[in-house]
């Protein structure tokens, strides 16, 4: 197994264009997690997922953010009508239901021009 | 509310120096991890550690659940120990993970 992986590494869009990430876990995860980093600051939760199920949600996570994991196994997350204010590094982690100890991919950073 | 504070926001070491990150928490845990947030964002696992000692080479970490506090402590330093190190708990069960600011460690030759 190769870890949480994240896709894409980098994205840079336009203003009020819709965006979408891709996270795939660790196969025998049952917990997906997703957070956002901004500059100088630690992660914060938006969202998370055991199984398929979206088991919470963030204030954070305006109606223009919308996460799915539909077979649970990988995790899309979608920005729509993206905003400056969304540029930030974009964190999926993994956890399994026994063991809560997370793994975190590489992150998505998007950029909002 | 639910905190997690991370001592000292900043630290610069000489090469070859020990140095002592400590991060308090506001509530009992039943998680806590240490990363280390590389270059280019990502987080590496250190320690998986809401309970008692742990070591790793040159890094270890005390968690004391009892008085909320855990500390990560890294000896001998390299360069390449540079970067920012996040404190991350679980305060119950189902919850995600609440991190702190980090400590941003920069370790010169």
């Known amino acids: 197994d190769t870890g949480v992986s994240q896709d894409p590494r980098h994205k840079i869009t336009k203003r009020g264009q819709n965006v979408t990430f891709r996270c795939d876990p660790i196969s025998e995860h049952n917990r997906l997690y997703w957070y956002r980093q901004t500059l100088g600051q630690g992660p914060e939760f938006l969202t998370y997922f055991q199984n398929e199920a979206q088991l919470e949600k963030s204030r954070l996570l305006s109606d223009r953010f919308s996460a799915e994991r539909p077979k649970g196994s990988f995790s899309t997350l979608e920005i729509q009508r993206t905003e400056q204010g969304d540029s930030a590094m974009y964190l999926c982690a993994s956890s399994s239901l026994e063991v809560t100890e997370a793994f975190f991919g590489q992150g998505t950073r998007l950029t909002v021009v | 509310g639910i905190q997690v504070e991370q001592s000292p926001p900043d630290l610069i070491l000489q090469e070859g120096a020990n140095s002592t990150l400590r991060c308090n928490f506001s509530d009992s845990v039943n998680n806590l991890q240490w990363f280390h947030q590389n270059p280019w964002g990502q987080l590496i696992n250190l320690f998986y550690?809401?309970?008692g000692t742990k070591q790793n080479g040159r890094l270890s970490a005390t968690t004391v659940a009892t008085e909320r506090y855990s500390l990560l402590y890294i000896s001998s330093s390299q360069t390449t120990d540079s970067g920012v190190y996040f404190c991350?708990?679980?305060?119950?069960?189902?919850?995600?993970?609440?991190f702190g600011k980090g400590t941003r460690l920069s370790v010169i030759a």
């Open positions: 991350a708990v679980r305060f119950s069960g189902n919850t995600p993970l609440v």
């Open positions: 550690i809401p309970s």
